[in-house]
């Protein structure tokens, strides 16, 4: 079993930044996909950004070239990192991490951009 916790999350005004992170209690990080996901109130869950164990990247069209993903095998953590918030960013996230057919997700941090 696998348990991660998310961290990070706040209240911060639009245009600004925050930086969650995710660890994870085993040391299983490298061989697995990490991903970033949200959601808003009466909204699904989508996809953030994800890291593959070979370092590729994918972001939703929403958070490009705002939004970092990156990782740390060695501390067993994945960071996501936010600038230029904007209201619509408002959301629990959530890190998720797959490894073989097997999901385990985190229980969410709340993120808050105020105009």
């Known amino acids: 079993q696998v348990q991660l916790v998310e961290s990070g999350g706040g209240l911060v005004q639009a245009g600004g930044s925050l930086r969650l992170s995710c660890a994870a209690s085993?040391?299983?990080?490298?061989?697995?996909?990490l991903g970033w996901y949200r959601q808003a109130p009466g909204k699904q869950r989508d996809l953030v950004a994800r890291?593959?164990?070979?370092?590729?990247?994918n972001y939703a069209d929403s958070v490009k070239g705002r939004f970092t993903i990156s990782r740390d095998n060695a501390k067993n953590t994945v960071y996501l990192q936010m600038n230029s918030l904007k209201p619509e960013d408002t959301a629990v996230y959530y890190c998720?991490?797959?490894?073989?057919?097997?999901?385990?997700w985190g229980q969410g941090t709340q993120v808050t951009v105020s105009s």
């Open positions: 085993r040391n299983i990080f490298s061989i697995g996909t």
């Open positions: 890291i593959t164990s070979g370092g590729s990247t």
């Open positions: 998720k991490l797959l490894l073989g057919v097997v999901d385990y």
